[in-house]
């Protein structure tokens, strides 16, 4: 592991995480995370539930405050006093668990809000690239329907293509099929696995042990707050060293996700 | 079929139609149709037995003389309604202010940080203090107080004053309307907002405001039958509107017969606006449980 001293030189990672820890009034959630993601690299944090992947997750994109540590975003430190919040968070996309599209505006609508309100797009061309993205997932024809009229597949999709809407540097998943029938899965993890492919940079919080093995540069088993173990998806899944990863694999084989 | 001969007419219906929606349908449609028409022949018994005894009573003839003199309600309506005009003008513009206000103030309450706790401070003591105190209580203060100070430039209309009056009463209770909105949009809508980048004002526009007052409207348009209702309070402070014209007629001619043309306006302005609203209230409770 580097050193805090020179964290702050590496402009080669997307993203550095030094030293955090968070907690929720007395519960420690998160004790001491390190992680490094270069450019184009996919990480697959997996864990129980409760073990404080979403936590680190919302850290990255500043929406919880953070009790100790440092994260970089090329270089740029997010967590520094005084830094602008919007502007950081412009470059770090999130999709969460439960979609949370915005209910009373049209598909069309959430993926140009961000564009026109905060990168200042005129609607011609906020629409024009919404359009694009749509048109990419196949889901142009549904561009002027409320959210409600969506499946929870398509509205995942629509979710994952309102953060791209925004140009990141870096794409948080979190748990994104959880919420999700067992048929509409697949359709959002192909595209997950397109955005790896274009070389999207993500962090990724899953339960899909087969979609992590598949796409994943390195694989983070959290627990308790830490990182356990991390290595390739090969070692990890295949041999994992430590005896809580191997009770949590097993776990989740017992449980027919393998 | 000679079992058919020993069946009802309805039950034979059944029997005969095919299976189905239409039948059900029917059937039903048949039983809404008989308690509709008992409902209106007891509804007609009741008050035809209630009107009976009222007018056969011995005090009647004095009742109809000094409440239901229909001479002077057609010579007291046009006055009555020339000055509910006045009352118009005070609820539209009150109504006004109220929204604007109100907004402002449920937007600083929900705003957290510590530069804006001063503000936070002010918007939650007025809020306490005008739910608190009584509405004509406010009335007199600002109507009489105000202009009794005799300083330079401050208006002495009491019209000016009314207006502010009823602003402020309504804002602290509408106030807090807007705020049950803010607060029941669920914290992750603002999250995703602010985790596209829109600042905390943008999210509070363009996502949580819109989702909250569409939420609030019906209790807004309750509030706005209570104003409705509340001008009248103004007449205390000396602004002519359809309650101190009643009384000035009444006066007159030593008759309650205005006041029930004022009670009659009220109902006529009320009751739809009452109505919408429960109707806005149910189709809302309809969709509510039709997305669950
Ligand atoms: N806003 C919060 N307030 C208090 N406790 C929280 C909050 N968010 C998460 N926690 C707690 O932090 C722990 C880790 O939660 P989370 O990060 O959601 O884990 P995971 O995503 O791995 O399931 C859990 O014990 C959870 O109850
Ligand atoms: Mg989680």
Redesign the pocket.
């Known amino acids: 592991m580097t050193s805090r001293g020179d964290a702050a030189g590496d402009a080669a990672a997307a993203l550095r995480i030094v030293g955090l820890r968070k907690s ?2 007395t ?1 420690e ?2 004790r001491g995370i390190d992680l490094r993601l270069v450019e184009h690299e996919v990480v697959c ?1 997996i ?12 850290c990255v994109n500043l929406l ?1 405050p953070i009790d100790e540590g440092r994260i970089f975003v090329e270089g740029e430190e997010i967590t520094a006093p005084g830094v602008d919040v919007d502007r950081i968070r412009r470059r770090i996309g999130i999709v969460f668990q439960s979609f949370n599209l915005f209910p009373h505006m049209s598909v069309l609508d959430n993926v140009t809000l961000a564009p026109r309100r905060v990168l200042k797009l005129s609607r011609a061309d906020a629409d024009a690239q919404a359009f694009e993205l749509l048109r990419r997932i196949g889901l142009d024809d549904k561009a002027r329907e409320f959210p409600d009229r969506l499946s929870g597949g398509q509205q995942q999709r629509v979710a994952i293509v309102r953060a791209l809407a925004m140009h990141p540097d870096l794409l948080l998943l ?2 994104v099929t959880s919420a999700l029938d067992p048929e509409l899965v697949a359709e959002v993890l192909s595209l997950v696995r397109e955005l790896a492919l274009g070389g999207m940079t993500m962090l990724i ?1 899953t339960h899909e042990m087969g979609f992590a093995r598949d796409i994943a540069s390195r694989v983070c088993f ?1 627990d308790a ?1 830490r990182i356990l173990e991390e290595g390739p998806p090969e070692q990890i899944f295949r041999a994992p060293r430590e005896e809580r990863t191997q009770r949590f694999l097993q776990r989740v084989m017992e449980a027919g996700r393998l | 079929m000679t079992a058919l001969g020993g069946l009802g007419p309805r039950d034979r219906g059944d029997v005969l139609e095919p299976p189905g929606r239409g039948r059900r349908s029917r059937r039903s449609g048949q039983g809404a149709l008989r308690s509709t028409a008992i409902a209106f022949a007891s509804t007609f018994v009741f008050f035809g037995v209630l009107a009976w005894v009222a007018v056969n009573s011995s005090g009647w003839p004095l009742v109809q003389q000094s409440f239901f003199n229909g001479a002077l309600f057609a010579e007291s309506l046009p006055d009555i309604a020339a000055a509910f005009w006045v009352n118009v003008q005070l609820f539209f513009i009150a109504e006004i202010l109220i929204l604007v206000l109100a907004l402002v103030i449920a937007v600083l309450r929900s705003i957290p940080g510590p530069v804006l706790f001063p503000l936070r401070l002010l918007s939650t003591i007025y809020v306490d203090v005008f739910r608190a105190l009584p509405g004509v209580l406010i009335i007199y203060i600002l109507g009489f107080g105000i202009p009794g100070l005799n300083v330079e430039g401050v208006p002495t209309d009491p019209f000016f004053y009314a207006v502010i009056a009823l602003t402020l009463i309504y804002s602290a209770y509408v106030s807090e309307v807007y705020r049950a909105g803010i607060d029941s949009v669920h914290p992750s809508q603002s999250a995703a907002a602010r985790s596209l980048g829109l600042s905390q004002w943008q999210a509070l526009r363009y996502v949580v405001l819109p989702q909250a007052i569409r939420r609030v409207i019906p209790p807004l348009l309750n509030d706005f039958i209570g104003l409705q209702k509340d001008t009248v309070l103004v007449s205390y402070i000396g602004v002519v509107e359809i309650f101190r014209q009643s009384q000035i007629t009444e006066a007159a001619h030593f008759n309650y017969t205005p006041y029930l043309a004022t009670a009659l306006v009220f109902l006529v302005m009320t009751i739809p606006l009452a109505r919408f609203t429960d109707w806005l209230v149910a189709r809302d409770r309809r969709r509510a449980a039709a997305n669950r």
């Open positions: 929720f009034g519960l959630v998160l944090l864990g129980a539930s409760g073990s404080g992947k979403s936590t680190l997750l919302r919880e979190d748990e919080a959290l707050g």
